[in-house]
């Protein structure tokens, strides 16, 4: 099953698209799934049933934080690479899909959806996969 296949999986079972992309790179990460499910538990349905920003995106963003930062204050300071490479992820989902917001990408408002929320889920899968690609080898064989 690959990545994209396992996260609309995760959401079929009842994950929202934020659980349902942070989780499928639990491996890669080194957390367990129930860890990530509670971390990203509050960002379903655009931040909290808001529609707000679309949690598959914000899932793809914690993956982002959780492979690039260095969690070292005093040392070497990740901060600035771990916003520029959510910018870029930010920047690539809107290139593809016109916008963040849930609500505009499900059509709540105007009947017309932008994009399906499995659609969403797989842009999250693939912007993890081809931004972080190398973080994520050099994490994985870490962990091995």
Request: with cysteine; aromatic share 4%.
């Amino acid at each position: 099953m690959t990545k994209k296949e396992n996260a609309i999986a995760l959401h079929d079972k009842g994950y929202n698209c934020c659980q349902a992309v942070a989780c499928s790179f639990c491996q890669e990460t080194g957390i367990d799934e129930a860890t990530l499910f509670k971390v990203a538990e509050g960002f379903g349905l655009g931040m909290g049933g808001t529609e707000g920003t679309c949690g598959a995106l914000t899932g793809a963003i914690i993956i982002a934080g959780l492979v690039n930062s260095t969690a070292n204050l005093e040392g070497e300071k990740s901060k600035a690479l771990t916003y520029q490479l959510s910018k870029e992820m930010t920047d690539t989902f809107i290139h593809k899909n016109v916008s963040i917001v849930c609500k505009d990408l499900r059509g709540s408002e105007t009947g017309i959806p932008l994009r399906s929320c499995p659609g969403c889920i797989e842009d999250g899968v693939e912007l993890v996969e081809t931004i972080l690609k190398n973080k994520l080898s050099a994490m994985t064989d870490t962990l091995l």
